[in-house]
């Protein structure tokens, strides 16, 4: 087992499953059965994603993107969108962008007029965390399971310089563990 230092947790894995439940029933309410494709962002989602298609009780697709502004930091660089993974079958469709957290907002402002290109019925986006006070667009998410206060969050996917994905819940990663990181 890995040895990760002792971190803040702000939401444990039973809160995680609460939130999503309830995501997933707000969604489920909002197509009504109607056919959905879900766009997984990759890779912070995919916790997520796994989850959440396991609650909805749509006829649903999966596909991803992959959009990575972070590396080797807590600060966001130049974001980079790689669509090769989806694909064109979002015509005529209801797409569901999900994300795992909504920080600057940049990566589904960029990512949205994208698949607006691929001829959706509509796009909609659905996040696991909104950060607060850090958004730099004009948009909010259409689903959210949890705001989270400013700081470096990491688990359930989210990771800093690769680490901590796996951990089952969402915890504050602090200035000196991050310095204490490989």
């Not at 995680?16 to 059965?33: N, S, T, V």
């Not at 958004?135 to 259409?142: F, G, L, R, S």
């Amino acid at each position: 087992m890995i040895d990760y230092p002792p971190m803040k947790i702000l939401l444990t894995d039973d809160q995680l499953r609460e939130g999503i439940r309830r995501m997933a029933d707000a969604i489920g309410k909002h197509y009504q059965h109607k056919p959905l494709t879900i766009v997984g962002v990759m890779i912070g989602s995919i916790v997520l994603l796994a989850d959440l298609i396991r609650l909805l009780n749509l006829p649903l697709r999966v596909e991803l993107v992959q959009a990575r502004s972070y590396r080797n930091g807590t600060r966001p660089g130049p974001l980079v969108i790689n669509t090769e993974l989806l694909s064109t079958k979002v015509r005529g469709r209801h797409v569901l962008l999900v994300d795992d957290i909504f920080d600057t907002g940049r990566t589904l402002w960029e990512l949205i007029p994208q698949i607006d290109e691929l001829g959706p019925e509509s796009v909609r986006t659905a996040v696991l965390l909104q950060k607060q006070g850090c958004c730099e667009v004009k948009m909010k998410p259409d689903f959210v399971a949890f705001d989270v206060p400013k700081g470096f969050v990491v688990g359930y996917g989210l990771d800093y310089n690769d680490q901590y994905r796996n951990l089952p819940h969402i915890a504050l990663l602090e200035p000196q563990e991050m310095e204490e990181t490989p």
